[in-house]
Structure formats: structure tokens, C-alpha cells
């Protein structure tokens, strides 16, 4: 079993950053794929970001590629995702989920852990 705690949401103003943090316990670094993913009210959960330990490899949704950037701390098991110059359209609820498989993939169907999520809020 694979528990996933993120934290580091928030209020923000446009143009601003935040740093979402995902605390995984066991040995997820080495065995999994991280997953981030996000969900307005009314819109599916959509792919941001992923993140494999064993290979340091990172994946991203091409719409938020170059503002958004994942990375790890394999001593600290957690992930982290770094999110710049934020939009009101980045306003959402953010989820860390971790899938027991090396490939990385973008359905958030085919992840078998979900953290509780974090509110990101942008003001414009």
C-alpha cells in the first residue's frame, strides 16, 4: 500500500509561483511512477506531470510545458512540482498519484494511488 500526502497549495496571484509537495511512503522512488494531475469544478482530471525516480525521467502535458516543472528527493521520498508564472486558468484542485509500473503514462485511470489533493487558487 502506497500512501501519498500532498501539501504547498494556495492563494496566489497571477503570475506568481507555488510548490506543490507529494510525501510518498515506501519505497515508490524505485518501483513507480509519480503522476500529477489536476481538476477544475465541472472538467475532468487532467495530466500535468510525471515523474520516474528510478530513471530521474520527466514527462509533461504539452500545454504546460515550460512553466510547470516535477522533480524528486529520493531521500525524502517526495515529489515535488514547481509551478511559474500561474494563470487564473491554473486554478484547480492538484493530486499526486503514483502508478506501480515504470511506464509513464497520462490517464489518471491507470494509477493506482491518489493523494487527498491540494487547492491551487490564481487571482487575477
Known amino acids: 500500500q502506497v500512501q501519498l500526502v500532498e501539501s504547498g497549495g494556495g492563494l496566489v496571484q497571477a503570475g506568481g509561483s507555488l510548490r506543490l509537495s507529494c510525501a510518498a511512503s515506501?519505497?515508490?522512488?524505485?518501483?513507480?511512477?509519480m503522476g500529477w494531475f489536476r481538476q477544475a469544478p465541472g472538467k475532468e482530471r487532467e495530466f500535468v506531470a510525471a515523474?520516474?525516480?528510478?530513471?530521474?525521467?520527466?514527462y509533461y502535458s504539452d500545454s504546460l510545458k515550460g512553466r510547470f516543472t516535477t522533480s524528486g528527493d529520493r531521500t525524502k521520498n517526495t515529489v515535488y512540482l514547481q509551478m511559474n508564472s500561474l494563470k487564473p486558468e491554473d486554478t484547480a484542485v492538484y493530486y499526486c498519484a503514483a502508478r506501480s509500473a515504470v511506464r509513464i503514462v497520462t490517464s489518471p485511470d491507470l494509477y493506482d494511488y491518489w493523494g487527498q489533493g491540494t487547492q491551487v487558487t490564481v487571482s487575477s
Open positions: 515523474f520516474r525516480g528510478s530513471a530521474s525521467s520527466t
Open positions: 515506501g519505497r515508490t522512488f524505485s518501483s513507480y511512477t
